[in-house]
């Protein structure tokens, strides 16, 4: 594919669409800042926006994610408005995080692990698990036993909504990043069949499958849901403050801050101090002015702009499609 051509579908895929869709379901973007967004083969886009009270009490979310920065990086935000509206939520990371980081292999395992609880604590989670597949390595393991340990999770925690990456969500090149994505899809529906693994039933566990997915990329992507953070975006900084071993958050404000002070320079928006300076750091440059460059995927600011909104974030959402037989029964059906 050459680049133009490349260009085009990516731009395609990554835009989305907002309201208006075509008579063949293509919808022409015209976002508020009036940029051209292009076209993608999906639904309207939903705006989710702060929902007050508890509306979610009672579910359960799972934030799956292979390394301990994935979910600070991309879906915090979103985490943290679920779980403050009543979600119960838990944290699951599939690797060991054994390459990402400074010192020996144990060292770096060691810390991410406790970054890794540092994150669940910011967002509010329960609890977190760790499956502990080598970093790097998972497109080396074997997929149905991953599948089957997350079934068993789904089933056990009665998991109702999952937030990791898109499973289809092409150019993604880290092996841990897309076979986690896929296992988890599969892993989601699955639970909810009585023939899987069976033997989970008889140690008491039921069928139970995930009925919501919020699905992020690095990539092009259909993105048809836009979740409003601005109300998290300071948990979410949290969250990459958190991420002090491999993140591109973490201390990265305070040695910004130490290394401009050395050629007798500062810069205002960092604050007079190192907590200060990194809180400022991820917030203004990681999720923000340097995004695309720290992250890889287009600033927070800029994603919410296109919306009305000042921060966002953007997934691929699938969710249980209401059943019309049964509104068409409630509507129609009469007595015998
Ligand atoms: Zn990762």
């Known amino acids: 594919m050459n680049m133009q051509r490349r260009g085009f579908v ?37 705006i989710e926006r702060p929902l007050s009270g508890q509306p979610h009490s009672g579910k359960v979310l799972a934030a799956i994610q292979p390394h301990a920065d994935d979910i600070p990086f991309f879906a915090a935000g979103t985490v943290a408005k679920l779980v403050s509206e009543g979600y119960t ?31 669940a604590k910011a967002l509010g989670l329960q609890k977190l698990f760790s499956l502990g597949y080598r970093n790097h390595q998972l497109d080396g393991i074997s997929r149905e036993e991953m599948r089957e340990r997350l079934i068993f999770l789904i089933r056990l925690l009665k998991i109702d909504t999952v937030i990791s990456y898109d499973p289809w969500s092409p150019y993604e090149e880290n092996p841990d990043h897309y076979v986690t994505a896929q296992v ?41 849901r836009i979740v409003d953070i601005a109300p998290w975006v300071d948990k979410k900084v949290e969250a990459n403050l958190a991420n002090k071993t491999q993140g591109a958050g973490g201390d990265n404000g305070a040695r910004l801050r130490s290394r401009l002070a050395a050629q007798k320079l500062r810069l205002p928006i960092l604050g007079s101090d190192d907590d200060t300076a990194n809180r400022e750091y991820i917030k203004h440059f990681f999720l923000d002015i340097d995004s695309k460059h720290l992250r890889g995927v287009r600033s927070d ?22 059943s019309m037989l049964d509104r068409y029964i409630a509507e129609h059906a009469v007595p015998l």
């Open 301 to 322: 600011r800029e994603v919410g702009r296109q919306y009305g909104l000042e921060w966002a974030e953007a997934f691929h959402y699938i969710g249980p499609a209401e």
């Open 184 to 224: 988890v899809e599969a892993a989601c529906w699955m639970a909810g069949m009585d023939k899987d693994y069976p033997e989970h039933l008889s140690a008491g566990l039921l069928p139970h499958s995930v009925q919501e997915r919020y699905y992020f990329a690095r990539g092009p992507q259909l993105v048809n």
């Open 10 to 46: 990516a731009q395609v895929l990554v835009s989305g669409v907002l309201a208006g869709a075509g008579p063949h379901g293509i919808a022409q973007n015209n976002s508020a800042a009036g940029k051209p967004s292009g076209l993608a083969l999906s639904g309207d886009i939903v």
């Open 89 to 119: 939520g838990y944290l699951i990371r599939t690797s060991n995080d054994e390459k990402a980081g400074s010192g020996t292999l144990g060292e770096t395992i060691l810390s991410n692990e406790r970054d890794n609880e540092a994150v």
